[in-house]
Nanobody, 120 residues
């Protein structure tokens, strides 16, 4: 059974930092591209980052480029999202996802979601 378990969310002041973790199980890391989406009420789920082990590339949404960094630890089957210079507009529920290579409609597996709140 595939499981994605997120941790590391919380509340932080504008300009602060958080690091999200996603522990994956039930599949071999590299079988899927694993990454992060986020969603606010009333809006479509937005892809934030996606690591492709196939071509060793990482996608970032324009809104987070230069502030967020995705990384992975294959030995731990864990993907991370380091978020710096956080803004109130980064407030959302963040979801770990596999396969993240397309839009949210193509994702086969989701984590339970974790709240990130950035206050001014």
């Amino acid at each position: 059974e595939v499981q994605l378990v997120e941790s590391g969310g919380g509340s932080v002041q504008t300009g602060g930092s958080l690091r999200l973790s996603c522990a994956a199980s039930g599949f071999t890391y590299g079988d899927y591209a694993v990454g992060w989406f986020r969603q606010v009420p009333g809006k479509e789920r937005e892809k934030v980052s996606c690591i492709s082990e196939l071509d060793r590339s990482t996608y970032y949404a324009d809104s987070v480029k230069g502030r967020f960094t995705a990384s992975s630890d294959r030995a731990k089957n864990t993907v991370y999202l380091s978020m710096n210079s956080l803004k109130p507009e980064d407030t959302a529920v963040y979801y770990c996802a596999a396969d993240c290579s397309g839009t949210y409609r193509g994702v086969g597996y989701w984590g339970q979601g974790i709240q990130v709140t950035v206050f001014s």
